[in-house]
């Protein structure tokens, strides 16, 4: 292709077109902060660690349960927090792994590669934390539902009609809230990441296709 | 100690910054964003610095860090062409001894390039930098064979650019 060459020549001469960068000028933007993704993605990446450890941690059933006279569950409960703080030390670990993994000498694919593993790893730690909090949240309904006094009537109900009525509404409503909870999750981190990492998902999309 | 590695970077970066700028003004439209993804790969070239050993030239080195950090760490968004891009295009073209006709033809052809997607760009800044095959298929990772093809395919795509 005659012009492409013709651009090569004239690309390859052209030297002196650009605006000196002085070593003053280089010696302060090496004290500058960089606005790359990847910091973007540590700084959200820490921020959500905290927040749902934080959550994990304040959410503590022992008072539920006193409260129910369930105290034999509490050891339960304690064996379930040990399991949960030993995902955390993973989970912190697995991102560590992945962040440092990240260099900008590596080719362009692999780096795409590590960049979205690191992403990835945090929202799976997101989603282990939604489900707990949803098993919780449906246990937490049924330690009501069989040994708190004020759902007695509900019980009644259910016990004593022919059809299943009041149970379908129930389970249904329970349901419902869980996936509205979810959904609503889904949707922030979709457009979250989405947001953050549209350009580097649509060219990892591209180079993956010259490849195909 | 981290004084003198500091002068050497500078120093080489000081004198091979022409091909970031290359980068810089194929990613980005206009002076502010040139300037500021100039200033993104000079932070990303100084982070790696520590682990290059000069198995490569310099310029090597840095033109794969700067085509990384343009391709997928640089967050701004690259799409929209402005006029003051449009200046220093023609500058860019102006200044060496072609006739009218060639001017125009390498103009046009530069304008074609920057209506490419973000990889396509990497490519072609591979072949106009006369980059072989084995280095462009390394440098993003993708195999040789395939390298060759998406050039030959390039190559089309900006003759239909060009003659709609």
């Known amino acids: ?212 | 100690m981290s004084d003198s590695l500091e002068q050497i970077f500078v120093k080489q970066l000081k004198e091979n910054q022409n091909i970031i700028h290359k980068i810089c003004r194929l990613y980005t439209n206009g002076e502010d964003a040139h300037k500021d993804l100039f200033q993104e790969v000079t932070i990303q070239l100084w982070k790696a610095f520590p682990k290059f050993r000069g198995e490569s030239k310099f310029s090597t080195w840095a033109y794969r860090v700067a085509l990384n950090t343009a391709i997928t760490l640089y967050r701004k968004s690259t799409r929209s062409i402005s006029t003051v891009e449009f200046e220093s295009r023609k500058h860019f073209i102006s200044q060496e001894d072609y006739n009218h006709e060639e001017e125009e033809q390498i103009k046009l052809m530069y304008e074609a390039v920057q209506q490419l997607n973000d990889i396509e760009k990497a490519l072609v800044f591979m072949y106009l930098e006369d980059k072989d095959y084995t280095e462009i298929a390394e440098t993003l990772g993708i195999t040789e064979v395939n390298a060759r093809v998406k050039i030959n395919r390039i190559k089309g795509k900006l003759k239909k650019i060009l003659n709609p």
Not at chain 1, 126 to 149: D, E, K, R
Request: a positive charge; hydrophobic letters at 45%.
């Open chain 1, 1 to 212: 292709m005659e012009e492409l060459d013709l651009l090569k020549k004239a690309w390859q001469k052209d030297t002196h077109s650009f605006e000196q960068v002085s070593e003053m000028e280089i010696y302060k933007m090496l004290h500058k902060k960089s606005s790359s993704i990847v910091k973007w993605i540590l700084i959200i990446s820490v921020l959500e660690v905290l927040l749902w450890t934080a959550i994990s941690v304040l959410f503590n059933t022992d008072d539920y349960l006193k409260k129910f006279h369930s105290e034999d569950l509490i050891v339960y409960f304690r064996v379930l927090n040990y399991f949960n703080y030993a995902v955390i030390v993973g989970f912190i670990y697995l991102f560590y792994k992945n962040y440092v993994k990240i260099s900008t000498t590596d080719s362009t694919k692999n780096l795409m590669k590590d960049i979205l593993r690191t992403r990835k790893t945090v929202q799976y730690y997101v989603w282990y934390n939604l489900g707990m909090i949803t098993v919780s949240m449906l246990f937490g309904f049924a330690m009501a539902f069989f040994y708190n006094p004020d759902m007695s009537v509900l019980k009644d109900r259910i016990a004593h009609e022919s059809g299943h009525k009041t149970l379908f509404i129930t389970c249904g409503v329970l349901l419902l809230t869980t996936v509205v909870f979810v959904g609503l999750f889904w949707l922030f981190y979709k457009l979250l990441y989405g947001i953050l990492l549209r350009k580097l998902n649509n060219n990892y999309k591209e180079l993956k296709k010259i490849d195909l």
